[in-house]
């Protein structure tokens, strides 16, 4: 199994930014899906989860900015990021259950 992540960048406070994470093989629809993120001197943290139902929970630092979603017939995991914070920039960790994991993309928010 390989997650791909992509969409990060630079952006600006206030600003949104969609992260994408694009997994191989058939198993997608059947697992919880995920995104974590590491600041720059902090551990590793969860940002937000979906089960395969399409329930969803976030870490209350991104509640109501932030919203997962998935699209089984493509394997893709989606992270849509609005109202960002400077203290968002982190790198980002798309996560599958099983402990899979994708490379990670990089949010910086600054103006």
């Known amino acids: 199994v390989q997650l791909q992540a992509s969409g990060g960048g630079l952006v600006q406070p206030g600003g949104s930014v969609r992260l994408s994470c694009a997994a191989s093989?058939?198993?997608?629809?059947?697992?919880?899906m995920g995104w974590y993120r590491r600041a720059p001197g902090k551990q590793r943290e969860l940002v937000a989860t979906i089960t395969s139902g399409g329930t969803t929970n976030y870490a209350d630092s991104v509640k109501d900015r932030f919203s997962i979603s998935r699209e089984n017939a493509k394997n893709t995991v989606y992270l849509q990021m609005n109202s960002l914070k400077p203290e968002d920039t982190a790198i980002y960790y798309c996560?599958?259950?099983?402990?899979?994991w994708g490379q990670g993309t990089l949010v910086t928010v600054s103006s």
């Open positions: 996560w599958m259950s099983g402990n899979y």
């Open positions: 093989g058939s198993i997608f629809r059947l697992n919880v």
